[in-house]
C-alpha cells in the first residue's frame, strides 16, 4: 500500500503542464490559470487622491478649530485642480486628484458653510489625514499576479485596474468522462430492479468544470472489451485526460483495466487512506502514435460517490491544477477544534466528512460509509485523521474546507 503522499507524489510527477496558451478577454477569465506573469504598466492610484468628501486644504492654515477659509475651487472625481492657494480651501470629492500645494482633506461632516463662498472648518487635521498616495495599491513595473494564479473575481478587477483588457491564459485541460457499471442507470430514466443511479458522472462533470476544464462526456462504454478499447482509442485521440469511475477494484470482473493495458498502460495503486483505497493510473496511447511517447493520461476513480468525491479532490485536484500550470496546488488545512468524537480507529488514514458548527468547531457526519452521498452535501469539508487515531469533544482536528477545495 501506497501512503497518501507517496501516491500524489507519483501522479505529480507525472503531470506535465500544458503549454500552449491564448489571450483571453477580462469577461471570459474566470477559472482559467494565468500563463504568464502580469506586470502593472501603470501606477494606482494615479494620483495622490481624496477618500472623501470633502475640503482640502494646508495644515498649517488650521492651528485650531473654527477656522474660516474661502472656497478657492471645486474639485469633482475625474478632474484636476489647480495649485491650491495658501489661506484656501478647495471643495472636494471621494476619488478626486488633491491639488499641489493641500496636505490634508477634512470630512464634509467636520465642516460647516459660512457666507460668501467660504468654509468653517471645525477639525485641526494632521498632515496626509484622508489623503490616498499615488501608487499605494499598485507601483509601475511590479508583478501583480504572478504566472500560475488561478483567476477569480478578485484577480480579474485587480487585472482591470491596471487597465489590461486581455490576458495570456493556458489552454484548457480536455477531459473524457467515462462511466462503466452495469448497475448504473442514467437519471431522468426509470430505475430498473438492481439497477442505481448514475451520479458519479455528473457530479465529476461539474468538479471538472470547476476547475476550467473542457468536459467531454463520453458516456456510457458498453460492457464488452472491444467497446471499451475503442472508447479509450477515441478519447485518446483529442484528450489530455481520461477519467473513469468504478471498476478498479482489485479483482473485480471489469473490461476497464484489461482495455487500458491493450492500448497503453495501468497501474493500480493501493493507498492507505478511507473514503477511496483503489486509483488507477496510467495512459492510453494515441492513435498513430504506436511506438512512441504520446499518449493521454488515464485515471481511474472508485466507484463508491464518496470516494469518488474525495479521491477527486486529493487526487485529481492537484494533479489538474498542476498540469494547468498553477503556482500552488496543495491545499491549507486548518487546525479546529472537534465537537465530535472518533472512538474506533482506523487502519487507514481517514478523511472524514464534517461540518463546521456555528460555534467554530467540527462535527462530523455520523454515517462515514463510502456510498452516502449525502454526506458530502451535507458537509463542509474533510476531517484528515492519521491511521490509528481517536479525538474527543474538544481535540483540534485536521480540517481540509471544500471552499479551500474547490
Ligand atoms: P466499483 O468500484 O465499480 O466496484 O463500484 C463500487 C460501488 O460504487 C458500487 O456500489 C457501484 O454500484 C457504485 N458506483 C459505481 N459507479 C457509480 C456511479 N457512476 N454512480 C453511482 N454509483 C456508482
Ligand atoms: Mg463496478
Known sequence: MLSYEQALEHLLAAATPVTE????????????????????????????????DGYALRCADV???????????????????????????????????VPPGADAVVMQELCEHA???KVIVNQVPTPGQNIRRAGEDIA???????????????????????????????????????STGDELTEPGQPLPAGGIYNSNRHFLRALFETFGCAVTDAGH????????????????????????????????????????EAEGALSLWKIAIKPGKPLAFGHVRKVGAEGTAESTAFIGLPGNPVSCFVTFLLFLRPYLLKRMGAAVVVPVARELVSASAWTKPEDRRSFLRARIAADGR??????????????????????????????????????LAFSDLL
Not at 489571450?23 to 472623501?52: I, K, Q, Y
Not at 499576479?145 to 493556458?170: F, H, K, M, Q, Y
Not at 462530523?364 to 463542509?380: H, R
Request: aromatic share 4%.
Open 21 to 52: 496558451a491564448r489571450r483571453l478577454p477580462l469577461a471570459a477569465l474566470r477559472g482559467r490559470f494565468l500563463a504568464e506573469a502580469l506586470v502593472s504598466n501603470v501606477t494606482v492610484p494615479p494620483l495622490d487622491n481624496s477618500a472623501m
Open 63 to 97: 492651528p485650531e478649530p473654527g477656522v474660516v477659509l474661502p472656497v478657492s475651487q471645486r474639485i469633482p472625481a475625474g478632474s484636476v485642480g489647480t495649485p491650491l492657494m495658501p489661506g484656501t480651501a478647495a471643495r472636494i470629492f471621494t476619488g478626486a486628484p
Open 115 to 117: 457666507p460668501d463662498g
Open 140 to 178: 509601475a513595473g511590479s508583478v501583480i499576479l504572478p504566472a500560475g494564479t488561478r483567476l477569480g473575481p478578485a484577480e480579474i478587477g485587480l487585472a482591470a485596474s491596471v487597465g489590461a483588457a486581455e490576458l495570456p491564459v493556458r489552454r484548457r485541460l480536455r477531459v473524457a468522462l467515462l
Open 221 to 260: 462504454v458498453p460492457d464488452t472489451l472491444e467497446a471499451t478499447r475503442a472508447a479509450l482509442r477515441e478519447a485518446a485521440a483529442a484528450h489530455d485526460l481520461i477519467v473513469t469511475s468504478g471498476g478498479v477494484s482489485v479483482g473485480e470482473e471489469d473490461h476497464v483495466k484489461p482495455a487500458v
Open 362 to 399: 467540527v462535527e462530523l457526519y455520523p454515517n462515514q460509509s463510502s456510498g452516502v452521498l449525502t454526506s458530502c452535501v451535507w458537509a463542509d469539508g474533510l476531517v484528515d485523521t492519521p491511521a490509528q487515531q481517536t479525538f474527543a469533544p474538544g481535540d483540534t482536528v485536521r480540517f
